[in-house]
């Protein structure tokens, strides 16, 4: 896949711009790199597998809006979790269903989801959302809201604004203008997704933040200070890419939020 060719400060935002990830052509080949058949066994992070079985009902159908090679949906399931894979990347779904025939894994788009209004307990969406324009996002939250039964759980999570980003946005550390690329995602703050997600008809219930060494690479290179930071021992590594929460919301890559759908 094409390298990030800009990042713009939109001033309450930032915005990648390099292929534009909103079509299912573009997940189908960056799945191709990491495909279902070599990450079958893998386990969900501990940054928020806790999480998620805390948050997410046993007893009620959960989808993965955006499931991609479906590494969640098949850890959720062995946990006992009733779990349903959604993605628009038709190549992608169908090498899920290649290597895990016993589990569900379903064509569609996340802007038009094939459930019934408040069939859902759960919706899990890691990293989607942010590919889409203003207006298809509030359309995908809207979505979610709509397919969750009163009560039910989304768990969201979109790459972050944090304090260290803004820190190098204040000193001119991003670009001002997109000259070059599509346009790929965004950044958010915290103050700004909550907003969105709560326009939509949920009630917010938890924001963290994960993925500290991806935060701080990305917005500060592999410096010397980087290095000596994380360049600790594998033993080591975990326990500094998931500091204390308020280290989290520092500088962590990914925003994480907990919402429920008003009326539970």
């Not at 628009?88 to 290597?99: D, H, I, K």
């Not at 290179?221 to 919301?249: K, W, Y």
Request: proline letters at 4%; aromatic letters at 10%; charged letters at 25%.
């Amino acid at each position: 896949m094409s390298a990030v060719t800009t990042i713009v400060n939109e001033g309450n935002r930032l915005a990648w711009y390099r292929r534009a990830a909103s079509v299912s052509e573009y997940w189908d080949r960056h799945w191709e790199a990491s495909p279902p058949a070599y990450v079958r066994n893998l386990t969900l992070p501990s940054w928020y597998r806790e999480t998620l079985y805390r948050v997410l009902p046993r007893d009620e159908r959960v989808v993965e809006a955006g499931c991609g090679n479906g590494v969640v949906v098949r850890a959720l399931r062995d946990r006992g979790f009733d779990v349903e894979g959604l993605d628009f990347a038709e190549r992608t779904v169908e090498a899920n269903r290649s290597v895990d025939p016993a589990g569900s894994y379903r064509v569609g788009d996340v802007r038009s989801m094939p459930y019934e209004d408040g069939a859902l307990g759960g919706i899990i969406s890691f990293g989607v959302v942010e590919h889409f324009s203003d207006d298809d996002r509030s359309l995908i939250l809207r979505e979610t809201r709509r397919c969750l039964r009163p009560g039910g759980v989304a768990v969201i999570s979109v790459p972050f604004y944090s304090m260290l980003r803004r820190a190098r946005a204040a000193v001119g550390g991003f670009s001002r203008t997109a000259d070059a690329g599509e346009f790929y995602q965004y950044a958010f703050s915290k103050r700004d997704f909550v907003g969105q997600v709560e326009t939509a008809g949920m009630r917010v219930e938890l924001v963290d933040a994960y993925g500290v060494r991806k935060g701080v690479k990305d917005t500060l290179g592999n410096t010397a200070l980087f290095r000596a930071v994380f360049g600790a021992s594998e033993q080591e590594r975990p326990r500094m890419d998931h500091p204390p929460r308020c280290l989290r919301l520092m500088a962590s890559h990914m925003l994480l939020v907990v919402a429920r759908a008003e009326g539970g």
